[in-house]
């Protein structure tokens, strides 16, 4: 299977073959990760500690993934605020129509 180098932004041409296995499998686990995330909030608008918790992904995981699928414009924040588990207040997220 050929891939796209663009489709590898992480990976590194000072040793190919090692990078781009890495590089395929971060793509791989990646796409996972933003499935999870839009499967969690098909159940409704979540902050991102509720979007770990249904998801079962790690709160650090969830957080490097929402902004890549807000760019791509298949979630946007509600513009309401929530209260994270810690406490500390959290944008909420919900999924776009176009991406329904």
């Given at each position: 299977?050929?891939?796209?180098?663009?489709?590898?932004?992480?990976?590194?041409?000072?040793?190919?073959?090692?990078?781009?296995?890495?590089?395929?499998?971060?793509?791989?686990?990646?796409?996972?990760?933003e499935?999870?995330?839009?499967?969690?909030?098909?159940?409704?608008?979540?902050?991102?500690?509720?979007?770990?918790?249904?998801?079962?992904?790690?709160?650090?995981?969830?957080?490097?993934?929402?902004?890549?699928?807000e760019?791509?414009?298949?979630?946007?924040?509600?513009?309401?605020?929530?209260?994270?588990?810690?406490?500390?207040?959290?944008?909420v997220?919900?999924?776009?129509?176009?991406?329904?």
């Amino acid at each position: 299977m050929t891939t796209d180098l663009q489709d590898l932004p992480l990976f590194r041409q000072s040793n190919p073959a090692t990078s781009r296995a890495a590089a395929e499998a971060s793509k791989k686990f990646r796409g996972e990760h933003e499935r999870r995330i839009l499967e969690a909030l098909e159940l409704g608008p979540a902050h991102r500690d509720e979007i770990a918790r249904r998801s079962g992904l790690e709160q650090s995981a969830v957080w490097r993934r929402l902004a890549a699928l807000e760019r791509r414009g298949e979630i946007e924040r509600t513009g309401e605020v929530a209260r994270g588990e810690s406490g500390m207040k959290q944008g909420v997220y919900r999924i776009t129509a176009a991406s329904r």
